[in-house]
């Protein structure tokens, strides 16, 4: 079982930045590929990024390619979100999730997943 804390959420300005952290709990963090999905009221959930274990390969959402960033630690087994030049539209509940499986996982159905960090970006 891994068990994910995300943070670094909060409010900021359109065109403000936001960094978000995920650290887990396993000691084999370094095996699994984590991404990073968002969930705004009344919408699906949405997979925002992607990283395989090696921090080697990642994928972005085309509505955030360019302005967002995902990296991983794995020394220190956290997982973070850079989001630059936010707009309104980037508001949501953001989730880190696990996959057990290393290579880059651009589904939905990850393993485990985190509470959420809410992101507000007022215009």
């Known amino acids: 079982q891994v068990q994910l804390v995300e943070s670094g959420g909060g409010q900021v300005q359109a065109g403000g930045s936001l960094r978000l952290s995920c650290a887990a709990s396993?000691?084999?963090?370094?095996?699994?590929?984590m991404g990073w999905f968002r969930q705004a009221p009344g919408k699906m959930r949405e997979i925002v990024a992607a990283?395989?274990?090696?921090?080697?390969?990642?994928r972005f959402a085309d509505s955030v390619k360019g302005r967002f960033a995902i990296s991983r630690d794995n020394a220190r087994n956290t997982v973070s979100l850079q989001m630059n030049s936010l707009k309104p539209e980037d508001t949501a509940v953001y989730y880190c999730a696990a996959d057990r499986q290393s290579t880059l996982k651009y589904e939905y159905d990850y393993d485990f997943w985190g509470q959420g960090t809410q992101v507000t970006v007022s215009s």
């Open positions: 396993s000691r084999t963090f370094m095996n699994y590929a």
């Open positions: 990283i395989n274990s090696r921090g080697t390969m990642t």
